[in-house]
């Protein structure tokens, strides 16, 4: 006895395996405690970069608070540290790339 089609057609079949796909990576996402991709790829080019760009350089101002915040709340001992000299130097490279961006 045949098995029953699941889908009519290749097409229903893909559209079902692309939303599977997203799920699973919203699901990755939210696991990872990462943003919503955004609806942002309908927008053509520029815009779309554009968008893309100020999404990126909010996560890397974010990010450079965070560093900065964490890097504050550390005695004064820490700050002598070479785990201190290495997270300046992660800042202020963070820094060149926001200011890359924002260029």
């Given at each position: 006895?045949?098995t029953?089609?699941k ?8 559209a ?8 699973a ?37 974010r ?13 004064e ?5 070479d ?15 926001i200011?890359?961006?924002q260029?």
């Amino acid at each position: 006895m045949p098995t029953i089609r699941k889908y009519h057609n290749a097409a229903e079949k893909q559209a079902a395996y692309r939303q599977r796909t997203l799920a699973a990576a919203a699901s990755a996402r939210a696991a990872h405690n990462l943003p919503p991709l955004s609806p942002v790829p309908t927008i053509p080019s520029y815009r779309r970069w554009n968008a893309m760009t100020a999404n990126a350089l909010e996560l890397l101002s974010r990010v450079q608070d965070e560093m900065r915040t964490y890097a504050d709340e550390r005695s004064e001992a820490w700050q002598q540290t070479d785990n201190a000299e290495k997270l300046e130097e992660q800042m202020q490279a963070l820094e060149q790339a926001i200011d890359a961006l924002q260029e």
